[in-house]
């Protein structure tokens, strides 16, 4: 992430609730969406209306409900089947038998007519925070776009009320028009939203946060069928922040604001580059 283009979000963030433009009418985007919750999930048919409203827009979605399947991919040994669900009046919409990632790709190289100005994933039902990320095919959607060159923005809701995706697809679609104002949308920008639970009724504005290091905490109970199976079920407790730093997403979204996290897809660690070193005889193989 930049410097320039984390002064831009800073300027935004401060200045929410102004007008974006300012009076100027700026040049319509061309925005493809995408998710994991598949093609005629709540929050993206919201997400769908409030940016059919600035933007051209393009839908490739999973046809089925594909939640946690994080970067996964659907390999070039299956057949992509594409299904047109474009609507009468509607933007084009298609549902694909893929992965979030692959559905991605698949809108990016295919189905879309013309290069996209950002690519947006969401909104999903239930928050993606911290560490959660990874796991987050609504996450893996928006980095296989930043990995192919596109400025892309995940969002998630947390506690996925039907009635709090209007709200937060307005949000998005503010942010997204700042954003543009501001000319950050550019590629190498990768956002990463969440926004709190009944936004509809109650929302405090966003914050400019970092991404929360607390490790999920995954149990799983182990219990047997009437006909003696054993299995497990397994059990997640929501990440609570009480420790991480006061700028942490977790912290932000636990006090009722929208996090926006700037990610980056260079997993590079200076840190351990600058502790590891490697012997002369791994160094020099003659």
């Known amino acids: 992430m930049t410097r320039r283009l984390l002064t831009t979000l800073l300027l935004f963030l401060t200045s929410w ?4 433009l300012a009076g100027e009418e700026l040049p319509r985007l061309s925005v493809l969406l995408v998710n994991d919750d598949g093609y005629n999930a709540a929050g993206l048919s919201a997400l769908t209306e409030a940016m059919a409203e600035v933007a051209e827009v393009f839908v490739v ?32 919409r298609y549902a694909v038998d893929a992965r979030p990632a692959t559905c991605t790709r698949l809108g990016l190289e295919s189905l879309v007519p013309k290069a996209p100005d950002l690519v947006i994933s969401g909104i999903n ?13 609504t996450v893996g959607a928006a980095r296989e776009a930043v990995i192919a060159g596109y400025p892309a923005i995940s969002v998630s809701l947390e506690g996925g009320r039907t009635e709090d995706y209007p709200a937060s697809a307005r949000i998005v679609r503010d942010l997204v028009l700042d954003l543009q104002a501001q000319d950050a949308i550019q590629p190498g920008l990768f956002l990463n939203v969440n926004l709190p639970a009944h936004v509809s009724k109650r929302f405090k504005g966003l914050r400019l946060t970092r991404q929360s290091l607390e490790a999920p905490q995954l149990s ?7 006909g003696g199976q054993v299995y497990y ?8 922040g009480e420790n991480d730093e006061p700028d942490s997403d977790v912290r932000a979204v636990r006090a009722g604001f929208g996090a926006v996290t700037p990610l980056t897809i260079d997993q590079s660690a200076m840190r351990g ?14």
């Open 220 to 226: 799983y109970e182990r219990r047997v069928s009437p």
């Open 273 to 286: 580059m600058e502790r590891l070193s490697l012997s002369e005889s791994l160094l020099n193989s003659d």
């Open 61 to 92: 979605a999973p046809r089925r409900q594909e939640s946690g399947t994080g970067h996964a991919i659907t390999t070039t040994r299956e057949p992509l089947l594409v299904y047109d669900k474009t609507e009468q009046g509607g933007p084009p």
């Open 17 to 20: 609730g102004m007008t974006a």
């Open 125 to 137: 039902s239930g928050a993606n925070l911290g560490l959660v990320s990874f796991y987050s095919g």
């Open 233 to 240: 079920w397994g059990q997640y407790t929501e990440l609570s």
